[in-house]
């Protein structure tokens, strides 16, 4: 399964992960080192909960560390993948209200781990629009640049799910 699209011509970001609000992190497998060269970013124990919407052998977590993983495409996902992203969202609140320090990561944290992160923070408590600002503020610009996904927020994820479920239909 093909899972990013190469086609929006982002800049890796700038950093291995990034803190969108306390206990919250957003992140990838790849970032951009000081001079621009392609660096990985390998998780350790820095975080009590890793979830992983695309991975790679080698980049971690250590054992020991709670891992869920659930490898979604970046782009137009199903009901079953919808409910998939709402199930993690709701996991990641929970570890956060519980003052566990999450990481959610993609291939460079943007997309995937932003539509994920978004959807935590709207369990928390904000509304789509400034959870996406947010994420753009602390992660990247470049965050949540496929549209279907920042989409899927505005829209919300149960309508989201509907939607995906009747198109399945016919």
């Known amino acids: 399964m093909k899972t990013r699209q190469k086609d929006r011509d982002a800049p890796e970001p700038q950093a291995p992960w990034n803190e969108v609000r306390p206990q919250l992190w957003l992140g990838g497998h790849f970032w951009a080192g000081p001079e621009g060269e392609a660096q990985t970013a390998v998780v350790g124990r820095e975080f009590d909960l890793v979830i992983s919407l695309f991975t790679r052998a080698g980049h971690g977590p250590r054992p020991g560390v709670d ?75 470049w965050a949540l640049n496929n549209r279907t996904f920042e989409q899927y927020l505005n829209t919300g994820l149960d309508v989201a799910y509907l939607l995906a479920g009747l198109e399945a239909r016919t």
Not at 113 to 134: K, N, W, Y
Request: aromatic share 2%.
């Open 67 to 141: 891992h869920l993983i659930s490898e979604i495409p970046d782009s137009p996902l199903t009901a079953e993948q919808l409910h998939s992203v709402r199930q993690l969202a709701v996991t990641a609140a929970a570890a956060v209200r519980n003052d566990r320090t999450v990481l959610v990561r993609c291939h460079s944290g943007y997309n995937r781990s932003g539509l994920v992160v978004a959807q935590t923070l709207i369990e928390l408590g904000h509304d789509a629009v400034t959870a996406i600002a947010l994420i753009r503020q602390k992660r990247s610009p």
